[in-house]
């Protein structure tokens, strides 16, 4: 079947503009995650919905960026007012229930100038 | 201090050699210790998971976890050209914390014919 995917690719964007950055997790799967992977940090942990509970946001490293997920599927990551250390490749996973396997997508590379 | 910590390489091998990945941690709560290869451009796909100290073995790759060390090991025989990839650790403490990977830096191996 289908696995995890993400839009846009690739997005790159001028200082000061928000972004959003899309994630369609695999059907029927109730945790997603988004992450970040950067040349200096690695890859961290942004933010974690389940189910109808409440998410984890306790990754996400400013006010600046929020995430929805909307009907329990597709997710939204929103940064406003990108700044340049906000360039890195953007990932989502999901998996059937927490405790199961993650399964990545392919993520966004978002570059700001 | 980075709670895990990976070696970034890179590491460059001839085929057939013995690989031996390996990362370090401080957070004595982390249970669930996990492999991930990722290739270039794409996500991260699972290799191996355990739970507790000991070994796990699927096909050449071989998973090793010492948590009274607090050090877990990926070893690769008989390495192939296709095992070229980025190699991270990830682990978690379950419970209400099971959707919270935490990466090491990640790895990048080279395998030359």
């Known amino acids: 079947g289908a696995g995890v995917s993400q839009s846009p690719s690739n997005k790159v964007t001028e200082k000061g503009k928000d972004v959003e950055l899309r994630c369609d997790p695999i059907?029927?799967?109730?945790?997603l995650y988004w992450y970040r992977q950067s040349l200096g940090q690695g890859l961290e942990f942004l933010i974690y919905?389940?189910?109808?509970?409440?998410?984890?946001k306790s990754g996400l490293p400013s006010d600046r960026f929020s995430a929805e997920r909307t009907g329990g599927s597709v997710s939204t990551l929103t940064i406003q007012r990108t700044q340049q250390e906000d360039s890195a490749v953007y990932l989502c996973?999901?998996?059937?229930?927490?405790?199961?396997?993650?399964?990545f997508g392919p993520g966004t590379r978002l570059t700001v100038l | 201090q980075k709670e895990v910590e990976q070696d970034p390489g890179p590491l460059s091998v001839p085929e057939g050699a013995i690989v031996s990945l390996n990362c370090t941690y401080s957070?004595?709560?982390?249970?669930?210790f996990m492999w991930y290869r990722q290739y270039s451009r794409k996500g991260p796909e699972l290799l191996m998971y355990?739970?507790?100290?000991g070994n796990k073995e699927d096909g050449r790759f071989t998973a090793q976890v010492d948590k009274s060390s607090k050090y877990i090991s990926l070893f690769i025989r008989d390495s192939q050209p296709s095992d070229s990839a980025t190699y991270l650790c990830?682990?978690?403490?379950?419970?209400?914390?099971?959707?919270?990977?935490?990466f090491g830096q990640g790895t990048i191996l080279t395998v030359h014919p």
């Open positions: 919905f389940q189910g109808n509970s409440a998410p984890d």
């Open positions: 355990t739970y507790s100290s």
């Open positions: 996973a999901s998996s059937l229930i927490p405790s199961d396997t993650q399964y």
């Open positions: 059907s029927g799967h109730t945790a």
């Open positions: 990830a682990m978690n403490a379950g419970g209400t914390s099971y959707g919270k990977l935490t």
């Open positions: 957070n004595s709560a982390f249970q669930y």
